[in-house]
């Protein structure tokens, strides 16, 4: 396919409307063909939008389209096995959406068919591609910081916490929803990729602050998901980690100004990197931040201004490129076999949010 454009078929019209849609439309190279939504009506309306000529009333009819070499899926969670599994077995390359799958088994399977198959298969990991964790991970490897010694992220946000939001499949647990995997994937595979070390325990305390929601029939439902999840970790010692420890906070229902804040220390060092993908660093004495310079990016016509759409709007244009070229890996992506790594991490958190013990993912 060396050269050629990438057609691409989607399969959701939430988050895929909203970042992957306009990012993938901004790509040289890259042609959307295909989308589908179990509401036809929104799949017609995006359609119109983004000027896709085929609309699915069912995602088979995407992964088994001969005019289709990239399926992205952009789905509930409990979705993401079955629609990966038979786009793989349709010889497409596949990006699925974050976290990977319902459990680590499933995972699994995802990552062996795509072993088997010999395709490019992704999870949209694309808070990698922001410059300043980049930069952050060649500071790092430089041995600016010295050992690794512990790490932090906050995140913040009051999005959930309006009671009258409605009830969708975020707020079931049977279908993957809640705080841990939407935002704590993000978290696990970060920490992973910066410090080239496996998560070796982890403690988890989940919560539900708002515990009913009216679905669309205007019935209440019981919200059986976290909008707070809460982990002490621990890291096996790497080339960059001694002893490394985690603590990472995450909220959908505080108030106050939006926060998602990622910092590393170590031994000779701090850095701190912002939403945005903004990097700040500090030497051990030096008593504050002092800014790094990182490269800007031009988010693709039609994206909101965050981390998500920076980063993807780099991403994407990777991906389209790997295709082209005939590659089955793209530099600094998370595979399918990272996806089952950290899916490990979400099962062994959930335990211990269970058992209220310490945990090792794997095991």
């Known amino acids: 396919m060396s050269k050629h454009e990438v057609r691409i078929g989607i399969i959701g019209t939430g988050f895929a409307r909203s970042t992957q849609l306009p ?45 289709v070499d990239l399926v992205s899926i952009v789905t509930p969670v409990v ?19 974050k976290p990977m799958a319902m459990n680590a088994d499933e995972a699994r399977r995802m990552t062996d068919r795509a072993h088997d198959q010999g395709v ?6 694309e808070l990698r591609f922001l410059p300043g964790r980049i930069k952050a991970r060649e500071i790092m490897r430089r041995g600016d910081l010295g050992r690794i010694k512990h790490v932090q992220l906050t995140f913040r946000s009051d999005s ?16 993957g929803g809640g705080t841990l995997g939407a935002i704590g994937s993000h978290v696990i595979d970060g920490f992973r990729w910066l410090l080239a070390s496996e998560v070796s325990e982890v403690s988890c305390n989940l919560a539900t602050h708002v515990h009913q ?61 912002e939403e945005n993908g903004d990097l700040w660093q500090s030497d051990v004495g030096e008593g504050k931040w002092r800014r790094v310079e990182t490269d800007q990016i031009t988010i693709a016509p039609g994206l909101r201004d965050s981390g998500w759409a920076r980063g993807f709007t780099v991403f994407s ?47």
């Open 23 to 67: 990012a993938f439309k901004n790509c040289h190279g890259a042609r959307l063909v295909s989308i589908a939504s179990g509401h036809r009506e929104n799949a017609e309306a995006v359609a119109r939008e983004f000027g896709i000529e085929h609309i699915e009333d069912d995602w088979r009819g995407v992964v088994s389209r001969e005019d």
């Open 79 to 97: 979705t993401h096995c079955d629609m990966a599994l038979a786009a793989l077995d349709h010889g497409k390359h596949v990006l699925c959406e």
């Open 120 to 125: 490019l298969a992704l999870i949209d990991h």
């Open 160 to 175: 959930r916490a309006d009671v009258d939001r409605p009830w969708t499949w975020w707020s079931d647990i049977k279908k």
């Open 213 to 273: 929601r009216k679905d669309d029939a205007g019935e209440l439902r019981e919200v059986t998901t976290d909008d707070e999840a809460n982990m002490l970790l621990r890291f096996a010692d790497s080339e960059l980690t001694d002893g490394a420890t985690g603590n990472v906070s995450l909220s959908m229902v505080e108030a106050g100004k939006p926060e998602h804040r990622q910092e590393i220390f170590g031994s000779r060092g701090a850095l701190m990197i």
């Open 317 to 363: 244009q990777k991906i389209i490129d790997a295709v082209r070229e005939g590659r089955t890996t793209v530099d600094g992506a998370a595979t399918f076999a990272d996806g089952y790594r950290t899916q490990q991490v979400l099962d062994a958190a959930r335990k211990s949010a269970e058992s209220r013990c310490v945990e090792r993912p794997g095991v």
